[in-house]
């Protein structure tokens, strides 16, 4: 059988790599578009199961990745996969009246809930945050655009996670810090089993009450298809950040990858 490169003698070695590169698509649009309809469902009740299941922790954690961010007073600064808007509120008040907050999801629902929260609040530097629909592989701001980003429990989301760290990297300016807040895909056998006891028996009965059991379901398979603290600081790394380091906290449960541009 004749290969590839016998069968198409005239197309040039960049072709070859565009073929190799969007042969692919047709299926990573279809689980894109997959995720993105499981949050659209999940987004009403989004932050409420977000209180039942950490027991109110996940406000510290988020609390604790915007300060890693290294976000301050007049920063213009990015909320990647921003969901219901936690981390853009929390954002917003580090950069006061006079930073720009931008919140990116690719959920309209989300964005919706978001905005609608914002409404109901009545500090000046809420109004500093806008919200933009958009996919993290592709993220519609110039380079050395943004002063820090935080993502929460995002990039263990996306289809393309190194696509996805090459492009923080190109919007942040040098010098500036991305804080990736997700749960941490542990290598400690204890963890990984109390880890999987949690969302058999506490997260999946819990949103089945909400009529969402098999919407997440889907979390434990995402943690084990995630990457460890180690993956993390090693794709940080080759996306171009000149330092990366990972956080375990909460009995290992949970981390937060800081990297540096």
């Known amino acids: ?3 590839l490169s016998h069968c198409l003698p005239s197309i040039t070695s960049q072709h070859r790599r565009l073929f190799f590169r969007f042969k692919h698509r047709p299926i990573q649009c279809s689980a894109a578009a997959e995720r993105q309809a499981l949050f659209n469902r999940i987004a009403p009740v989004y932050d409420n199961l ?15 990745a915007v300060s890693w961010s290294g976000a301050k007073e007049g920063d213009n600064v990015l909320d990647l996969c921003c969901g219901s808007g936690d981390l ?3 954002l917003s008040e580090k950069v006061g009246p006079n ?34 629909e958009g996919n993290a592989v592709d993220l519609p701001f110039s380079d050395s655009y943004f002063d820090g980003i935080t993502i929460g429990y995002g990039l263990r989301n996306v289809l393309d996670r190194p696509k996805t760290m090459e492009e923080m990297c190109r919007v ?15 290598t400690h056998p204890i963890a990984i089993s109390f880890q999987d ?10 949103a089945s009450g909400y009529g969402l059991g098999s919407e997440y379901e889907y ?22 950040f000149s330092t990366a380091k990972h956080y375990e906290f909460s009995g290992g449960l949970m981390g937060n990858l800081v990297a540096t541009r």
Request: hydrophobic residues 45%.
């Open 99 to 132: 930073g720009q907050v931008t919140a990116l999801d690719f959920s309209k629902e989300q964005l919706q809930i978001a905005a609608s929260r914002q409404r109901m609040r009545f500090k000046p530097c809420y109004k500093n945050i806008k919200w933009v």
């Open 172 to 186: 942040l300016k040098k010098g500036s810090k991305v804080s990736v807040l997700d749960f941490n895909k542990s």
């Open 197 to 206: 006891w949690v969302i058999d028996n506490v997260i999946v009965p819990v």
């Open 88 to 90: 853009a509120f929390l």
């Open 1 to 3: 059988m004749a290969t």
């Open 50 to 64: 977000n209180d039942l299941f950490s027991l109110g922790n996940h406000r510290i954690w988020k609390r604790m």
């Open 219 to 240: 979390l434990k398979n995402s943690i084990k298809e995630y990457l460890t603290g180690d993956e993390l600081e090693k794709i940080a790394l080759e996306a171009g």
